[in-house]
């Protein structure tokens, strides 16, 4: 058996790619299907046929594939990581990008591909010779943390526990605005229509934008310091966190801001102060509002958490301009909309939601996929498969 180097699922989480050395895997979540191998000695009933990789340079030395929606575009990333490649399966033909240094991740949909380094981001058009529309420094980012949807992405910004959200078309940067909601490095990104998700390297904490009212919501995972592998969102703000330990904790935006709304926090707080169990937000800039109000963080399985800083002040960053805009933020207790069960394996493993009431796990280092189904109430496991 071949094994995984890494999957990921594509936008719409309707399909698994799995890297390999020397080719990928698609694999349909619903129902659960391979729809196209090109490793060696391939057995599939799949549409496109095996291919040899030897036939093909292009699917050698591979370190990470990313599909394109749903279609037979696949960016390939090549060790040693400092070439790209924008595959057509169905034609068999191919693009390539070179970069002076490693490539630590990569995004593509159908307005640019995001290229990830351990410094800077790399935004480049899909037509060749895929010029650069940007290029934007981040923090330390050794494990390429990042998000991408739509003519949006989030990375960890220059400054440490905060985000960049940057806003672009094929001219270049339409849009930028940074908000500090950490102490502590970004390990672990989600983004959705509605929220942007993010936690640091303490793992206790799951912090929510509102990407339209930038309120900020706080949610616990836990008290006992662990990481995060990952996050997912779902359509109608479901969310599901995948953690070391072995868990998989799920909550419902919606319906714990809905909570919190008909409850009396209904103020805008630009700055609070929490101690508990890990994480800490570092104190608003000057010049920034102070209030003394404070409420429950959201979903604590054990116990009632201190209040906690909401960073104020954020900056908010047009093109060309710079702007400063208060960071709003709302803290709810609503603790029952909180749920979590044990997974298979701590080690490394991306989460999606196939539907708004299924979860599907994928771990390379297992070459497995779990799947488990989402009710009010409780989690409840599904079948596995190989990958």
Known sequence: MYRALNCRFNSDCSCIIATYQSGFKVISTIPFKLLLSTLPNSSSN???RPENPSANPTLKHLYLATILNSTNIILLVHKPQTKLTLYDDISKTSSSMTFDLPVVNAFINKHAILAVFSSFICITSLK?????????????????????LENTIVVPSTETGAIHIIEFNESGIVNQQELTIHKSAIVTMAMNEDYIASCSHTGTLIRCVNRKTLELSTFRRGVDQTRIWAIALSKKNRMAVLSSNGTLHVYDLERANGAARRGSNN????????????????????????TNETSPVVGSPTKAAKAEDAPSGSKMRAAGNKMTAPLRKKYQRDGKHIMHTK???????????????ELMVARAADNLCETFFINDEAISNGPYYPL
């Open 46 to 48: 799949a549409s496109s």
């Open 128 to 148: 060749a010779p895929h010029p650069v529309i940007a290029r934007i420094e981040t923090s330390k980012n050794e494990e390429g943390v990042a998000c991408m």
């Open 267 to 290: 103020s805008t707080i630009e700055s609070i102060s929490d101690t508990d169990m890990g994480e800490t937000i570092p104190s608003s800039p000057p010049n920034a509002t102070q």
């Open 343 to 357: 997974t298979l394996s701590k080690s490394n493993a991306v989460v999606a939601w196939t539907s708004e009431t």
